[in-house]
């Protein structure tokens, strides 16, 4: 009996699991046709080095910004987000959005298309897995 209730949750548990993933991928497959894309810090760093018109945005709080940042970054804080355009950045430009560990800059890339960016790119694992330079202050 208790073997087959362990395999009774086994089974539950993996059709539960199975079916958040698919959901996160939905929801995934649907923002890439909003214009998001999520790709690594590999990705990310290879982006800068070839695409100089990218703008990279750093949706931290100015105290994480201040401590330490990716060369090039503007600081956006993820909470200043709103409803209107980033000054001087056309709908059109590429954006890199990356913050701490990738959960703002998940919510700051919703927010960017929401307002009507067209291209914008989340650096998964944020800042922590960034392997390349960094500075700090302004």
Request: proline share 5%; glycine share 8%; aromatic share 8%.
């Amino acid at each position: 009996m208790k073997i087959f209730l362990l395999i009774l949750l086994a089974a539950v548990l993996g059709v539960t699991f199975s079916g958040c993933a698919a959901a996160m991928n939905k929801e995934e497959e649907k923002m890439a046709h909003s214009g998001y894309h999520r790709i690594s810090p590999e990705e990310a760093k290879q982006q800068m080095d070839t695409e100089p018109a990218l703008v990279l945005l750093d949706v931290r709080t100015p105290a994480e910004y201040q401590e330490r940042h990716i060369p090039g970054a503007r600081l956006l804080p993820n909470e200043t987000i709103a409803d209107q355009p980033i000054a001087g950045v056309p709908f059109e430009a590429k954006l890199l959005v990356y913050c701490r560990t990738g959960r703002r800059s998940a919510d700051a890339a919703r927010k960017l298309l929401a307002i009507g960016y067209q291209q914008v790119y989340d650096m998964d694992g944020g800042i922590v897995k960034w392997l390349y330079e960094t500075e700090s202050g302004d």
